[in-house]
Structure formats: structure tokens, C-alpha cells
């Protein structure tokens, strides 16, 4: 897509076509996802999104205007991953202050609920898809007010003017696209469930509706207006809000206790970043209650020691070093992190150098290690007992923006699903987060950190993500849908770059292999994924190492922002729909620092 106006030239390019055959992406497709240093940069994981974004920047939005803009129409066209029905994480940085945020807006539990929220009266634990597609999997979403808190704080064009692209899409219709199709496909039994989910997704016979369908959404075209004219308030008092918790008491399966007072006390809490060193860059993400931020400097810190840009990219000795350093860092995961308001977790311990160094001494580079334990970082005290549950699915989406005045938003939303619960409200779908907790509260009498507890936030895998170079300014933003797979997806990209010099459409389009301290997964061949890792020869050389390996699509969805000093490169996943979209410098409405109230 072309737009030629004045001085300023638009673009937007789909990594399902440009890296199509990878190894033979041409200068002029790596060109064609690059801006000069003043320009501004979208990576989403849907055309319509990064558009949506684009025309904001354009208008002379900055990069949360463009944040809330794309969300919005995340949420009608990639239901399955993202939505105001869900919550997410978002990592700001200001251009102008030069400071850095994270904004937590986590699912919480009702105040109703108990640690024996999914166990049954016998004492046994539900059945995943059972606890799934019940109401007592659905957390108090916190997109709506994410979008809000960010907005007041940081945002640029007033509040009503960036619902314009979405409710336009909602009013007039969308096409689905092959993924939504597939996704509705895959997902028929579920959303044949719910009524509300029934009729939109699924023709009369019960069939998925098809790639190239015009799909329209009244429903949320209203709760769009509402949340326009009102805010935040909208969603989470009044209508919206009792909707919601009536369709989680009157779930059919199994109901929640969610509430109409549980939405009305839900919070984002703004968190200290966590920042971890690795060579040259301070790599910054989210703090507890996600585990990804110092998931991916934990693997970064251990691995630092290693010389892997002599490894090579996907060898056997790189692989082998990597999961290795998964196996740590999952460990450590599964004994500390949770929800940090009921959890005394040892941030600062699990990134001492000290304590990197004694672990990362556990690596060896011609054996697997088998299932690791946790370590005692220092300050930590060991109330809890080791919980290995990790997200099942990857119903997530991930959002790298950069405006023209050096502002930066990394942003991970989810619905967990595919689908959330499979049940929609008000034109859009509920999450289904609760089933990131532990089932099983305790372990041998001694309680899990990610128990369930009334108003605590479930523990999660996201990883938003921005880089630092040596002189405090932003090299990378790297982020990916994909459940327990994210942390390691989002480390093995960072070496991708650093140490293995990939450009970001390449090192998006690498393939994966990780260990989430149990078997060693390398990603099966999927279209647009290519590189030197050759599963016929890996495969069985980490057998003999003493690798149990499972082949298994990994379908990430990483969205990543390059600054150069030649400008900004873009890459966006071949897995998904992902675009990479820009302009060159000019915007005319570009101006940094000047703000206009909500």
C-alpha cells in the first residue's frame, strides 16, 4: 500500500508474503519494512490494526494514541487472541522524559472465588478444557481501563478520536481472514456453546464462517460508543458490567462468582520494571505477576558467559546451550513467581550476577541436564512448594509501536483461549485467564505461590519487551504471542539479533527450540519458517545428548521494532497475520511533548 502525500510515504508490508522464501528475502523487501530515524514504525498482528495505527500516528498521534487505536481493532478482528474482554501488559517508553513504565492489567480473581476454584468436590482437579469453558475460569478483564490509565497518562489526540477505524470496521463489516476462519474452524464445538458466540462466528449449520466473509458486529460497535462517550466507567459499571457477570453466575457448565463489584474495584497497578544486563544492552520487560521479564534476563544472564555468535545460529551447540538455560530459568519460575501483592517474590536475587553465575555453572554443553530444580537466589525464603503449570494454549497478541518522537509502547494483550471462555458479551469474547493459576493449591501441605486467592492475578508467560543500548537509548522491541513458548521465543529472538546479527524480518521468521524444564520442543516446519536448523540431523544428535525432543508447530506471533542509526526496521511473524507499517519522517501532525486532554 502506497499513500504519496507531500513529503510523507506510507506502507504496509505482510511478512506471510515477504518472507515468504526467507532465505532469499531480497534488500529490497528489508527495505521495504524501514523508516528513516524520524519516521514512526507499526508492527500488530493484524492488517487492519497496524493501519488503524498508522492513520493515528499519522493524524499526529503519538504511540499510546496508536496503541489504544489498534486495540480496539484487535479486538473485532482477532477475537480469538486479544480483546476488551481480556488484559494484558504494557511497556512505555517516553522519547522525551526518558523514562520507562510498565503498566500491569492482569486479569484478577473475583473475591469470590477460593484456592479450590477448580477442584472438585472429590478433591480432584477439573479437567483443563472443562475449567476453560466454564465461568469460573474468567478473570476481571483489564484492557478497557489499561487503554484508559495509559491514555490519561501518555496519550496525545483526544479519546474520542481514535474508536473512529474500529467502530467503522464494526458498523460496516470486516473480511475474515484465513487464520480467523481456520481459528472459528478449530474452535466450532466450543462456540457452538454460547448462542451469542454461535451466531456470529458460525453459519446455520453450525459450520465456520469462511475466509472472505464480511463480518459485522453491531453489538460492539455499541459497547464501543459507550466506552467512547464514557470511558473506562462504561465497561466497568452499568450495562457492560452486568452483562458480564451475569453471564459468568449463569454459565450453563460451571458458574463463576465474578461480580458486578469485582469490575467496579478492578485497578492497573503501574510496576518497576525489571531490566537485566547482556552484553552490551539492558534488556527491560514486566515484573510479577508476569514471569517473563525475568524469565528472559534470567536466560540471557546465564547464557551470557557463553560465546554464542561462535556457536552459531541454530546449531547444535547454540540449541543445546539455550535449553539448557530454559530449564534454569523455568525452574526458578515454577518455585517464586506469582501474583507480587500476595507473593513475596525475590526479584532482585534471581538476577544477581552472583547467583546467574552458580547457576549458569549447571550447563553443560554435551549433556542435557534433565528436569532442573530451583535455586535459593539471595533474600529468598522457600514458603511455597514448585508449581510446574504453565499457560496451554496461545490466544495472545502482541503490538510494537514507535512515533516519531522516540516514544515506544511494547504491549502484550490476551484472552488465553483461543477464544477466551467461548463465550461473548456485548460483541466481544470473555477471557478464560483463571486457568493460568495452579489447580492444586498445595503440594505436600506446603501452598503454591500461584494458588488461587480472592483478587490476585493469575502468573503469566507475557513478555513485552525494549532494549536499551549502551548509551540508554532504544535498540529493539520484541514481544510474542504463543503461552509458556513466549519467554523462550522472546529470548531466542534477542540472540537472534545480538548475537547472530539477524535482521528483525529474519530472526522473526527464525525457527524455534526450546525446553520448558521437561521435554526439548524444535518447532515443525510451517510456511515462511526458515533457517539452518535441520530437524533430521538435530533431532536425533540431542536425543543422544540426552534430550527427550517433540516436534510441534510453535506458532509465535513476534512483533519487532529495530532502531538503527540508518532508522527503523520492522519485523513481523510469517506464523500469523502480522504487518509491519511506517512512514518516512514529515508527519504533519507530528509535534512532541504537546498533549490534548482525554
Known sequence: MLDIAGNQRTWLCSAVLAAAALCALSAAAEEHCKADGKGAMVVTANPLATDAALEVLKRGGNAIDAFVASQLVLGLVEPQSTGLGGGGFLVYYDGTKKTLETFDARETAPAGASEDLFLKPDGTEFGFSEAV??????GVPGLPLLLEVAHRAHGKRRWATLFDQALELAKNGFVISPRLSSQIAANALNLSRDAAAAAYFLNADGSAKAAGTLLENPSY??????LRREGARGFYFGKIAADIARTVQQDPAAPGSLTSGDLANYRVVVRTPVCGSYRAFEVCGMGPPSSGGIGVAQILGLLERFDLAAAGAGTLASVQLFTQANRLAFADRAQYLGDPDFVDVPVSGLLDPGYLA???ALIREDQDMGTASPGVPP???LPFATDGSSPRF???????????????????????GPFGNNRMVDGFVL????????FTPSVNGSPVANRVEPNKRPRSSMSPTIVFDRDGEVAYTVGTPGGASIIAVTAETLIEMIDWKLTPQRAASFPHFLNNNGVTLLEAALPGVTGPVDLGVLAPALTAMGHTVVSNPLTSGTGILQVTPAGLIGGADPRREGTVGGFLSGSPGASCGERARP
Do not use: M, P, Q
Request: aromatic content about 2%; hydrophobic content about 30%; overall charge negative.
Open 358 to 360: 552458580s547457576r549458569s
Open 133 to 138: 469453558l466454564s465461568g469460573r475460569s474468567v
Open 379 to 381: 533474600g529468598a525464603v
Open 431 to 438: 477471557n478464560n485467564e483463571l486457568t493460568d493459576f495452579a
Open 394 to 416: 496461545g490466544g495472545t497478541s502482541h503490538s510494537s509501536i514507535r512515533d516519531e518522537c522516540g516514544n515506544v509502547v511494547s504491549a502484550t494483550t490476551t484472552i488465553e
Open 221 to 226: 460497535a455499541e459497547t464501543l460508543e459507550r
